[in-house]
């Protein structure tokens, strides 16, 4: 047998497309963020790299001259832009005296979505990149490594190498079959169904018209528009926005039959939108942002507009990102999210356990107890 060998990457320019894409083809369905183009989209428009804190180490697995695996991965200078939050860990480790950053981490940096971060399907490199990152890290001298928004198989996979599993959650909307959103809001209880309907109402009499885009329809003009409301949404939340404007007219070139923007226009003037990925099965809403605030568009836009498009599609879910318990009412359910952790300091390494063990139980009762006051009906 051809023995595996891990190389390094710090630009993800340097390893052809195909056969990156044939790694994450071979990984599971199609997930828009690991696909090459969206990872070379946010390096060569300086979203990432130098200055950012996320700094390129992908790890890719040979056998001979044969890629058979990758991994994204990423030198972190701090943990901004991962939606996997490991703040407080960074604090107590610092206070104690050591040095958490930089870290290392294998994610798609700012993209709160489950997806595969070993793309493979040769179960023998899985294990093999798993250990490649941990002894980058060791070998650097860096505090951990840490995977984000993994896969359950992934997962699973963790503890055989000492990586910690831990779990957090997000909602996300699930297809039941449904041949319309009326079908969709017929599983609801009397009272969630009316709401949603008047939401609609009222977001859809704002004055003007939605428009959903996808492939050739969007244009140049489009982007533009996007750009001022990310610029809105990602000062108020972040105080900098993470992506340059260079990513989206990348998005424009290599992406748009992956995406779906949905925009509101009133009086001749584009005033919002809602920017999401299209995946195999699921569908991925990223971005949203206003320069008018009228009563339930954001809804509409970000949830209501998605769920017709994945119904219309035959899409299985969709994943409307980070945060949200309002989206419980609007038929987004509680699901886990994954990742896994390996800590360096042995000492910390056992802190951080306990409080892991810990988190787990509570998000798997909150899980369980939030799907209790979904809007679903209850019984025939």
Same mark, same amino acid.
């Given at each position: ?201 009222? /977001? %859809? =009499? ?12 969007? &244009?140049?003009? @489009? #982007?533009? *528009? ?95 990102? /980070? %945060? =949200? ?12 999210? &994954?990742?896994? @952790? #390996?800590? *360096? ?36």
């Amino acid at each position: 047998m051809t023995d595996t060998t891990l190389s390094i990457l710090e630009n993800i320019a340097d390893i052809p497309a195909a056969d990156w894409d044939a790694c994450a083809a071979a990984s599971g369905p199609f997930d828009p963020f690991t696909a090459h183009r969206f990872l070379l989209a946010l390096e060569q428009s300086g979203s990432v790299g130098e200055g950012t804190g996320w700094q390129p180490l992908h790890l890719i697995a040979r056998e001979g001259e044969t890629v058979t695996g990758a991994m994204p991965l990423y030198a972190k200078f701090h943990s901004q832009g991962e939606y996997i939050f490991d703040h407080a860990w960074a604090g107590a480790y610092e206070r104690a005296g050591g040095k958490y950053y930089p870290k290392l981490l294998s994610a798609v940096p700012f993209t709160p979505a489950t997806g595969p971060r070993l793309l493979t399907g040769n179960d023998t490199t899985r294990h093999a990149l798993i250990e490649g990152g941990k002894r980058l890290a060791r070998s650097n001298g860096l505090s951990s490594f840490h995977i984000n928004f993994c896969t359950a198989d992934e997962h699973a996979l963790g503890p055989a190498h000492d990586m910690m599993p831990r779990l957090t959650e997000q909602f996300h909307w699930h297809n039941g079959g449904y041949a319309s959103f009326d079908d969709f809001l017929a599983a609801l209880s009397s009272r969630k169904r009316k709401m949603i309907r008047k939401e609609r109402r009222q /977001a %859809q =009499g704002f004055g003007g018209e939605i428009v959903p885009l996808t492939g050739d329809r969007i &244009r140049p003009e @489009h #982007w533009d *528009a996007f750009w001022q409301f990310y610029q809105d949404t990602g000062a108020r939340k972040w105080g900098t926005p993470y992506l340059t404007r260079a990513f989206f007219d990348r998005m424009q070139e290599t992406m748009r039959d992956d995406i779906l923007l949905v925009l509101a226009r009133r009086e001749g003037r584009w005033i919002a939108g809602a920017l999401n990925f299209i995946g195999a099965d699921t569908l991925f809403g990223r971005y949203w942002g206003c320069v008018e605030d009228h009563p339930a568009l954001h809804f509409e836009l970000c949830y209501y507009q998605a769920i017709d498009f994945a119904i219309a599609r035959g899409l299985q879910r969709v994943e409307a990102g /980070a %945060q =949200g318990g309002h989206k419980l009412a609007r038929g987004y359910l509680p699901a886990p999210v &994954r990742s896994l @952790h #390996w800590i *360096a300091d042995e000492g910390f390494r056992e802190a951080v356990d306990r409080f892991l063990q810990d988190e787990r139980e509570a998000v798997t009762e909150d899980i369980e107890t939030m799907k209790g006051y979904g809007p679903f009906r209850k019984g025939p």
